[in-house]
């Protein structure tokens, strides 16, 4: 059982930057792909940033350009840096991995954008 653990949320000013991350208790370079998902509150989970094995990244519309995801094969972490946040960031986001073609999640980390 590959478990995830995610830090690193908080409350932060719009504009601000935070960065996320998730250690993983496997070798990440046995994935397939990992990923952060984001959930609002009485929205459905969505897909920020994903990084497959080979190096291909993905990122939604709504974060290009303002978030990077990041992996550290020596440290088994995935990162999630977020700069110029806004309010609509607000969720709780979740790390998550692929692996045998099973999902594995974290426990999710809460960011709040306000003033």
């Known amino acids: 059982q590959v478990q995830l653990v995610e830090s690193g949320g908080g409350l932060v000013q719009p504009g601000g930057s935070r960065r996320l991350s998730c250690v993983v208790s496997?070798?990440?370079?046995?994935?397939?792909?990992m990923a952060w998902y984001r959930q609002a509150p009485g929205k459905q989970r969505d897909l920020v940033a994903r990084?497959?094995?080979?190096?291909?990244?993905f990122y939604a519309d709504s974060v290009k350009g303002r978030f990077t995801i990041s992996r550290d094969n020596t440290k088994n972490t995935v990162d999630l840096r977020m700069n110029s946040l806004l309010p609509e960031d607000t969720a709780v986001y979740y790390c998550?991995?692929?692996?045998?073609?099973?999902?594995?999640w974290g426990q999710g980390t809460q960011v709040t954008v306000s003033a």
């Open positions: 496997e070798d990440i370079r046995t994935m397939y792909a």
């Open positions: 990084v497959v094995n080979r190096g291909s990244m």
């Open positions: 998550s991995v692929e692996k045998n073609g099973i999902d594995y």
